[in-house]
């Protein structure tokens, strides 16, 4: 079946720093790759999204790259944040058209952003 | 604003009671989805539903029922069968119709056992 590994957290980073978290996956046919984000206390927030390979997508300063070749979607942002502080879920979802979306999730990655 | 709303954020439940957390959406979406999220262990599907009065299991259905009555609303009944339901429950909601469409997350109910 369908699986997400992410590399374990906790991350802890300065301000500033250039954050990756690691994510591939293993899927048939040809699956479309998210990352999401979790503040303490809330529900999950899609960050970026990808549907095919060699997308990338971007939102808030962060991207991601499908990369089909290497089964991976490596999440990556220049210059941290104390605000980025979260968790971070990679995830895949395979479905096909008139069913419902069913998404496989990563274990999700801790970064805590220091000043 | 749309959105997804769940309610309470935090429930707590005896032994051998079973209790329901909500879950609504305006949206327009038409399957919704119920996750389990324990430390350390992302988030595990309970059950799903596509379209009204249709709801499938999913990876822990054990202890759990759903209900799809209406669009907007997809239930989650946590049972006196579920022996440790202590968790942090996620509601969220998708299109069917377009291919691979992200889910939209509610903001959780926190249950815990008195």
């Known amino acids: 079946g369908d699986s997400v590994t992410q590399m374990e957290g906790p991350v802890t980073l300065s301000e500033e720093a250039f954050l990756t978290i690691n994510c591939t996956y293993t899927a048939t046919g040809y699956p479309s790759l998210f990352w999401y984000v979790q503040y303490p206390g809330e529900g999950l927030q899609l960050l970026l999204k990808a549907t095919k390979a060699d997308d990338k997508g971007s939102n808030k300063g962060f991207e991601a790259t499908y990369r089909k070749e290497t089964t991976s979607f490596h999440l990556e942002k220049g210059s941290v944040q104390v605000s980025d502080s979260a968790v971070y879920f990679c995830?895949?979802?395979?479905?096909?058209?008139?069913?419902?979306?069913?998404?496989?999730f990563g274990t999700g990655t801790r970064l805590q952003v220091t000043l | 604003d749309g959105g997804i709303t769940q309610s309470p954020k935090y429930l707590f439940r005896k032994e051998g009671q079973n209790v329901t957390l909500s879950c609504e959406q305006n949206l327009n979406h038409d399957a919704m989805y119920w996750y389990r999220q324990d430390p350390g262990q992302g988030l595990r599907l309970i059950y799903y539903s596509q379209i009204v009065n249709d709801f499938q299991k999913g990876d822990i259905a054990e202890g759990y029922s759903v209900s799809r009555e209406k669009k907007e609303s997809f239930p989650l009944t946590v049972t006196s069968a579920q022996k440790n339901p202590t968790a942090f429950y996620l509601c969220?909601?998708?299109?069917?119709?377009?291919?691979?469409?992200?889910?939209?997350f509610g903001d959780g109910t926190r249950l815990s056992i008195l």
């Open positions: 969220a909601s998708s299109f069917r119709d377009r291919v691979n469409q992200p889910q939209h």
């Open positions: 995830a895949l979802s395979g479905g096909h058209t008139g069913t419902a979306s069913k998404l496989t």
